[in-house]
């Protein structure tokens, strides 16, 4: 539809990424609801957070609203709503489940508008590691913006080390001048350099942490 949804996805800002989104097009009338489930999530620990990236463009544009369901007790809150045209850009929202334990559930819901000019899109949707139960399996979702992120250089196997870095590399023509997380010079990445001492085969290995399901 013309004048409304996004023309690229916010992870790589082009037209070859993917996103979700709602066609508010024919058939869809005023008030039709669309629902997005998340996995439930079982955890004993504090501090989970929920953060997204939404769009939400046309002059026709609903309301996207997103809930978490206590899932033992059935009891549903909303924890982010908003309506309406906010134009042709993409929007973080992070929202702390401060108080959220035991099993939960996140629920997007997009309404419909009333008429074709109110698609609504979400991207880049994550969880902090405390959503999951136990320290570690967040992990994953490693930027390294402020450190390792639990991921270990391998001493025993390998011949070099990866190095931890923000802007460009030491070496001209070749390597990123910027990081991905934050697309600056500030931001951090890992990388190898190849210069010497380093000779063809040499090998840089790191390893992530031991992931392990706390017990029932």
């Not at 059935?74 to 702390?96: D, H, V």
Request: glycine share 10%.
């Amino acid at each position: 539809s013309i004048a409304t949804g996004p023309t690229t996805d916010h992870t790589f800002g082009n037209s070859s990424g993917h996103y979700l989104y709602i066609e508010t097009s024919f058939p869809r009338t005023a008030g039709d609801i669309a629902r997005f489930n998340s996995p439930i999530f079982s955890t004993t620990i504090v501090g989970c957070q929920l953060a997204f990236w939404y769009h939400m463009y046309g002059a026709t544009t609903g309301t996207l609203n997103v809930t978490v369901t206590d899932v033992a007790n059935q009891r549903t809150f909303t924890i982010f709503s908003m309506s309406g045209n906010k134009g042709n850009q993409w929007f973080q929202s992070k929202t702390n489940l401060a108080n959220i334990t035991g099993s939960f559930q996140i629920t997007f819901i997009a309404v419909a508008g009333t008429s074709f000019t109110g698609d609504i899109a979400i991207d880049d949707i994550s969880f902090t590691k405390e959503c999951c139960g136990y320290p570690t399996c967040g992990a994953a979702q490693a930027d390294f913006q402020t450190g390792m992120d639990g991921f270990v250089q391998t001493k025993k196997t390998d011949t070099f080390d990866w190095t931890r870095r923000s802007g460009s590399t030491g070496s001209f023509g070749t390597g990123p001048s910027f990081d991905h997380t934050t697309n600056t010079s500030s931001g951090y990445y890992l990388y190898i350099e190849t210069s010497s001492p380093r000779a063809a085969g040499d090998k840089a290995q790191i390893s992530t942490p031991t992931y392990q399901e706390p017990s029932p």
